[in-house]
């Protein structure tokens, strides 16, 4: 029996092979056994970061599929040279922009845009897959010459404040245990806008008029200043 990391014979990096139960674990173990005879073939996979696909044969051909570890044979009849194949367990990454809180179904990029450090261009949607060991950061862009600011990272898609992961543009992602979306939530600019009566030189004298302003459609009138 031999271990199969990542496509490479005889690394255990993934997990070991074994032997009937009192046999030593290791990246390539054998037994001679008499025809007729019984044997337990074991593949010990370091579920942490690697998952075990099954065993298979020189020409890479499925034998036993991933959901037997053990595999018990009673009556031998034939020479047995097998792999316990693992690859490291490889998690999606995804990233929507979401103006004013909302993303829609495929992202919303009035506000700005986002990517992943990997890539060169960016969009209202974005993705990558990362292995359990590696590391990718998303970026959000923001379009700040159209009026908008960036509010922060959230891990659901409306963008619920308790649900803020980082207010840095950036945000890298390691140690990748499972698939995970964030979404960039862009808003708009909001400025202070102040009117002052000032009647014959003397500020906030309304002796000569009122103020009012207009914004988003609500009028709010005074008699001497109002912000």
């Known amino acids: 029996l031999t271990a199969k990391t990542d496509g490479v ?13 009192d046999g030593t674990p290791g990246a390539k173990v054998s037994l001679h056994v008499l025809k007729g005879g019984s044997v337990k073939l074991i593949a010990l996979p370091n579920t942490e970061d690697y998952e075990f696909m ?8 499925l034998v036993y599929n991933n959901t037997l ?4 044979i009673t009556n031998l009849q034939k020479p047995i040279n097998l792999y316990a194949v693992y690859n ?3 998690f999606v990454l995804k990233a929507y922009a979401a103006t004013n809180g909302n993303p829609g179904e495929s992202g919303n990029a009035t ?5 992943f450090d990997s890539q060169t261009s960016s969009g209202a949607y974005a993705t990558v897959t990362v292995d359990y060991t590696g590391t990718a950061t998303f970026v959000a862009i923001v379009k700040d010459t159209d009026g908008y600011e960036f509010a922060g990272w959230y891990s659901d898609a409306a963008c619920s404040t308790s649900k803020r992961v980082t207010t840095e543009l950036t945000y890298t992602a390691d140690k990748n245990t499972e698939h995970k979306t964030l979404y960039a939530k862009f808003v708009l600019k909001k400025y202070n806008a102040s009117a002052v009566a ?3 030189g003397t500020e906030g004298s309304a002796t000569g008029g009122t103020v009012q302003i207009t914004a ?3 009028t709010t009138a005074a008699d001497k200043s109002v912000t």
Not at 9 to 21: C, E, P, R, T, W
Not at 69 to 72: G, L, P, R
Not at 111 to 115: H, I, L, P, R
């Open 9 to 21: 014979a005889g690394n255990a990096s993934g997990g070991q092979v074994q032997i009937n139960d």
């Open 54 to 61: 099954g065993w298979y044969d020189s020409e890479s051909r």
């Open 69 to 72: 570890t053990t595999v018990e």
């Open 88 to 90: 490291v367990k490889k």
């Open 111 to 115: 506000g700005g845009t986002v990517k």
């Open 198 to 200: 000032v009647t014959n």
């Open 216 to 218: 988003d459609g609500v």
